[in-house]
């Protein structure tokens, strides 16, 4: 079942946090909907355009999936099948 918000971060073992924000909508445990990218170079997504547009873009992607009964991987397989 769809999750709700929260950040998935990958392990490194030193340096810092990266520019680059790959924005997706988890379905279950390994299975994500890419939804876009950006560069993010501020605290809150909020604060600039670019990342406001791919919040935006985000949450119409949630209402879709929603709207199409598409909350794990078997209904997310189902979809691409009819396609």
Excluded: C, P
């Excluded at 924000?21 to 560069?39: D, F, H, M, N, S």
């Excluded at 119409?60 to 991987?73: A, F, G, H, P, T």
Aim: no cysteine; glycine share 8%; net charge positive.
């Amino acid at each position: 079942m769809m999750h709700g918000k929260e950040k998935a971060r990958l392990k490194r073992e030193k340096g810092h946090s990266s520019w680059l924000r790959i924005y997706a909508i988890k379905l279950e445990q390994g299975v994500y909907v890419i939804t876009g990218g950006a560069i993010k170079l501020i605290l809150k997504m909020e604060e600039r355009e670019h990342t406001r547009i791919e919040l935006k873009k985000l949450e119409k992607v949630r209402q879709y999936l929603l709207s199409e009964n598409i909350v794990d991987e078997d209904g997310f397989l189902d979809f691409v099948s009819t396609i």
